[in-house]
């Protein structure tokens, strides 16, 4: 069955840097588009990011824009997230979602960001 | 990209329906048939519910309907069930994007 497991979330400073993990498995991790998606305690989703599925074209959301990186390594099948220049607005549930024809069809559970001093 | 405007809740008892309203703009909504909704239970992953405005993924009772007018689409849940109650997202593409509503509590009374 399809699956995504997010890791590597944690507390980090304001400035600092995280790399966020997704590993994918039980579907063909390269033919599938992936997206970041985000959720501040208590609020609503936010898109963050999406690589497509040949992982050269990469979108970000305003927000992120400069300061986050998405990645991809189809041998590993594993996403990730590259987040510097944190800032107290960035803490959030972080989820990997699957891309299938303009929807998210399968999600991760999760992965605790907070930047904190 | 401004998220999509949903009402902050809404409710009904069992057995009745309740409709919620996801407001956006023709460079989204509007201009878009790739409109999809998500239930999120507290603590829980979203989950889709209805794809490309109106069509619902195997698994999903039929009491579920989207429906799409100019810049305004709209989730029908019918036959309101416990279950049912959870916040519930609308998403929609924009440009090369993607933006989601601003979410809506759905209370069972």
């Known amino acids: 069955q399809v699956q995504l497991v997010e890791s590597g979330g944690g507390v980090v400073q304001p400035g600092g840097s995280l790399r966020l993990s997704c590993a994918a498995s039980?579907?063909?991790?390269?033919?599938?588009?992936i997206h970041w998606v985000r959720q501040a305690p208590g609020k609503g989703l936010e898109w963050v990011a999406a690589i497509s599925s040949d992982g050269t074209n990469k979108y970000y959301a305003d927000s992120v824009r400069g300061r986050f990186t998405v990645s991809r390594d189809d041998s590993s099948n594993s996403l990730f997230l590259q987040m510097n220049s944190l800032r107290a607005e960035d803490t959030a549930m972080y989820y990997c979602?699957?891309?299938?024809?303009?929807?998210?069809?399968?999600w991760g559970q999760g992965t605790l960001v907070t930047v904190s001093s | 990209q401004s998220a999509l405007t949903q009402p902050p809740s809404a409710s009904g008892s069992p057995g009745q329906s309740v409709t919620i309203s996801c407001t956006g703009t023709?460079?989204?909504?509007?201009?878009?048939?790739?409109v999809s909704w998500y239930q999120q239970h507290p603590g829980k992953a979203p989950k889709l519910m209805i794809y490309e405005v109106s069509k619902r993924p195997s698994g999903v009772p039929d009491r579920f309907s989207g429906s799409k007018s100019g810049n305004t689409a709209s989730l029908t849940v019918s036959g309101l069930q416990a279950a049912d109650e959870a916040d519930y997202y609308c998403?929609?593409?924009?440009?090369?994007?993607?933006?989601f509503g601003t979410g809506t509590k759905v209370t069972v009374l």
């Open positions: 039980g579907f063909t991790f390269s033919n599938f588009a």
């Open positions: 998403s929609s593409h924009a440009g090369t994007k993607r933006v």
């Open positions: 979602a699957r891309d299938w024809g303009a929807l998210f069809d399968y």
């Open positions: 023709s460079s989204d909504v509007g201009g878009s048939n790739y």
